[in-house]
């Protein structure tokens, strides 16, 4: 029993009866009508082959049945005396009202019997019978034909296969009783279809519920196609009177199909002048692709495309330009990815032959990271396996750093237990060389971290201060002074070295060692031997300097309290705001995910300024109606950020790329009109400008990730430049 269809509604069907004998008919066959309902024997030779009776049945045109299964085609072909028709004498067996043939005709059975081998035909009956649901009306209603038709060409004398005809029969019987019942209930849902359908069809207003009324429809020819005699008959009667309003609700859907596509060749129309991103322009258009699918067949179905297309092909054409050079742009990041690998995979086997200093692996790995994130975005379908290469990469790189921190801590354990022996050494002067080759061994062991490479370097000096503090005269006296002093130095070197490699954080925490350590080198140098030591002093001054500038660039207590801040509020608005403007998921959905109750709890940042912007990024979030209105609040976000970047780079004289040149002009100018006739800008002030810009660009938003990397890339080398000035 159906009350919902299985198949799709055609645009010209009509209410048809099958022939009652239900043979399966394939789909999509051009059927013709009647209005008279027709017996499973009147017009069907149920000896023929299945695929042969199919034109003798109708349905509704447009609405597809089953095709006959295996078993029925089989049963099909092992048709028998197709020039036979059948007794009047023979007996029904059908129990829900199937009209049986009652005329007399003529059997030739002898001929049959001699030619059918009945033993095989009621076995393939019984596999038939056995896999037929009692829902399946056709398929038991041509099971009982080739039943009756054996039965009349059955031999007389043969007792084992009457008795299995008669088995056959029983089964047959049972399922067709239960048939019965359940065409019964279906006609029970067809009455109930009916009164829907009639409600529905006399409202006022229908236009929206056409699709509920053809669906129900449908349904209705379902369930007469499912049915057999005197349930056959009632089912039409009750859909009958249907057949003219559902054709008229057929073509008014067309109607209303059409328009709605006129709607959608307007709004392709209008795509040329609307003011989108590419990517926005694209996927509208995919939009509307998908709308017009979903309306289906109109009037006027394919001049209606024509124009569509056309219409969808101008708007698209834009596009093309942009996608393909963001193709090629794509292309070219790939091969910059792929040659870092190969680079990457070089250094990797020579630092197999020969193991490399620690400053230069760190420097290495800090490159690495700048150049992949530089070099995107890349197509996605070609990135995992090449990502998967990059990261196995640096892991590989990181365990070879992590193996140099190992072995050189080792090897300075080692020194310092070899220093601690010569403490007691009876001859001074051996002691205090070999004390001297082990200090020229630690210079080469390398660093470790900075925490652990500090406690290694006091035991080791300790040992070493021991050794050149034994000798009693006065020149050695003064020699194991000279000494003390080199190592004071050399220690001092190293330790600003190990500085150099740290990284920001650990730089930021090692301040006040920085500044022990440039005491104690002061204190470490006598003036009388200053010329002597100049190498070193300029070792010195240059490791200073470029730690003095890494120190200029990084952020005070103050402004760390600050940056924390910023990033909270940051972390809980990036991942919206890129699901927003990404536009791959439903935009109320993106929007819901905002934690506005955790938003409301974080601290601010006390700067009106920057706690304005990072509001008014929450406020577009929960407040955009749509994407294209959130679109405009990037634009108008990197619109800001690439002003703010423009300026940083006239402070710090850096050169703009070459689409941002008129802006720069424009601002040059209004500085110059209105900063006419006052100084220019100290140091001071420029690096104030630079720290204040930076905080700025990190809470302006929402902008798209691919626009917010340049921009923040070029904010930080004009941010650096300025501070080296």
Known sequence: MSSKPSNSD???????????????????????????????????????????????????????????????????????????????????LSVSGRNESTSEQTINSTDDSDTLNFPEELNTLMHELSAINIDQTTRLVTVENRLNRLRKLLPPDSLQLTETLAALTASLQTK?????GYQL???????????????????????SQISTVLEDWRSIQSNLNNSSGEVRARIKEMA??????????????????????????????????????????????????QQWKGLGRSSLNE?????????????????????????????????????????????????TESPPDIAALNKLLREADAEWKKSAPVEQSKIKSLQKRYYGLLEALRKIRKKLNRDSVATKASLISQAQELIDFEDKREAMAQAKALQQEWRTAGPSSYKEDKQLWEQFREACDKIFAKPDSSKPRQRAATNVADQEIQKTLDAMQTFNALSDEELLAARGDFNATVRAFTGALDHRTKKQRSRLIDQ???????????????????????????????QLLDKVERQLLTGAEDFYEVKARFEAEAWQKLDPTDDPELDSLLQGRATDVLSANDALEYQKCATAAESRLRELCILLEIRAGADSPESDRAQRMSLQLAKLQSGFGQNKSSQSENVQFAHRSRLLSLCLGPIEPQALASLQERLNESFLRLLRC
């Open 240 to 289: 009958n009177p249907f057949k003219e309003k559902i054709q008229a609700l057929r073509e008014q859907a067309l109607a209303l199909a059409a328009e709605k596509k006129k709607s959608l060749i307007q709004q392709m129309e209008t795509l040329n002048q609307a003011d989108l991103t590419m990517r926005d322009r694209a996927k509208t258009i995919s939009k509307l692709h």
């Open 303 to 351: 001049e209606l495309w024509q124009q569509f297309k056309t219409a969808s092909d101008q708007a698209y054409e834009p596009c093309k330009a942009n996608f393909n050079a963001r193709k090629r742009e794509m292309a070219t990041n790939l091969q910059t990815r792929k040659a870092l690998c190969e680079s990457l995979e070089k250094s990797i086997a020579t630092f």
């Open 176 to 180: 067709l009783t239960q048939n019965a």
């Open 540 to 570: 010195f001054n240059n490791l200073k300097r470029n730690l003095d500038f890494r120190f200029r660039a990084l952020p005070d207590k103050k402004s760390q309290i600050l940056l924390a801040r910023i990033r909270a509020h940051t």
């Open 10 to 92: 055609s645009s010209s069907s009509q209410l048809t009866e099958p022939n009652a004998a239900a043979e399966p008919t394939t789909a999509k066959q051009p059927l013709p009508e009647t209005d008279v309902p027709q017996s499973s024997t009147d017009t069907t030779n149920p000896d023929a082959p299945l695929t042969a009776q199919a034109h003798l049945r109708t349905a509704p045109a447009g609405d597809p049945v089953p095709a006959p299964d295996q078993n029925s085609e089989n049963l099909a072909k092992k048709s028998v005396g197709d020039n036979v028709q059948e007794s009047a004498a023979t007996a029904p």
């Open 185 to 207: 209930e279906m006609e029970s849902a067809t009455k109930n279809l009916v009164s829907k359908l009639n409600a529905l069809i006399s409202a006022e207003k229908i236009d």
